[in-house]
Structures are given as C-alpha cells and as structure tokens.
C-alpha cells in the first residue's frame, strides 16, 4: 500500500470512532435537532482526531502523524 493511501486510510479510522462516539452521545445527552447533531460531532472529531500526512523525505515517502495529545510528530512505520 503508497504511503498516501496509508496516510488516507489512518486518516479515516482515526476520524470515524471520535465521530460515531460524539453523535451518539450528543443524541443521548442533548435536545439538538436536526443538522446540528452531525455537524458538531463532526467539527469535534475534526478537533480531536490524529492528524496523519504522507511527506516525501530523502529516504523515500513517509507517513507522519500529529495529534492535539501528543507532543510533536511522530513518524509511522
């Protein structure tokens, strides 16, 4: 799999679990109605989510990752 499938891919799964987990606790706990349930569990997840890149270094394309809970950037293998 390219690196920038792999950045993609981690992209999404790092994405979808915070998304899924904020809609259905904003569904249990709140009184929101209509588009406003998506969208502020999607801008949480966007927040809160891991940040994964492809970048093309010297040694070839690599995938990085930056996340609002770690410090710095960490590199993928």
Do not use: C, H
Not at 19 to 39: E, H, K, N, R
Not at 42 to 65: C, S, Y
Request: positive net charge; glycine residues 6%.
């Amino acid at each position: 799999m390219s690196p920038k499938i792999k950045a993609l891919v981690y992209n999404f799964f790092g994405f979808a679990p915070i998304y899924f987990i904020g809609y259905v606790l904003l569904v249990q706990f709140t009184t929101l109605t209509g588009f406003a349930i998506p969208a502020i569990a999607a801008f949480a997840a966007i927040i809160l989510a891991p940040k994964f890149q492809m970048v093309k270094t010297q040694n070839g394309d690599k995938v990085f990752m930056k996340w609002l809970f770690l410090k710095g950037v960490r590199e993928m293998k």
